[in-house]
């Protein structure tokens, strides 16, 4: 078996900082994917991926490469879906892990609020809850134990 790969989608990730630390610890390598306004890491175990500007570059750039045995941090649900269906795992930022089961419901609720918003566009209020400390704890302890699957 290969040694997992990390994937970031880094356009408004808040826990990249966390994951690195992660990897490290697991001494997984990270490959931290976004359509630029990030500075390139330093560090040994992590490759700073800059896709062309366009809907979705990094979702395709990251579905493109994952495959069963890597990890995914996303807030994106058709990508984790994506990242789901190559036999990987996908994590939100809050360490909430997307599964199968769970995965199918998150794309509808994800339409159902698309549909809200167009039909009431200053009705449908911003966005969801403020990333809070509680969810960077979640998603610390949630990405271990992915990588510890993941490393079988």
């Known amino acids: 078996m290969t040694a997992p790969i990390l994937y970031v989608d880094a356009d408004a990730c808040p826990v ?15 490959r931290i994917v976004s359509n630029g306004g990030i500075r390139p890491s330093p560090h040994p ?11 979705d570059a990094a979702d395709d750039w990251i579905a493109e490469r994952i495959g069963p045995g890597d990890v995914c941090v996303t807030g994106d649900i058709p990508l984790a ?12 930022h809050d360490g909430e892990a ?10 509808a609720m994800r339409e159902l609020m698309a549909d809200l918003r167009s039909a009431a566009p200053l009705a449908a209020g911003g966005g969801g809850r403020p990333f809070a400390k509680a969810d960077r704890s979640r998603f610390l302890e949630a990405l271990d134990r992915a990588l510890r699957k993941a490393r079988g």
Do not use: M, W, Y
């Not at 994951?19 to 001494?27: D, M, P, Q």
């Not at 175990?45 to 809907?55: A, F, M, R, S």
């Open 16 to 30: 990249k900082a966390e994951a690195l630390r992660v990897a490290e610890r697991h001494g997984v390598s990270v």
């Open 45 to 55: 175990l992590v490759q700073t991926v800059i896709v062309p500007e366009g809907p």
């Open 81 to 92: 879906k994506r990242c789901l269906d190559a036999g990987a795992q996908a994590l939100r």
């Open 98 to 107: 997307f599964t199968p089961s769970n995965i199918g419901h998150a794309l």
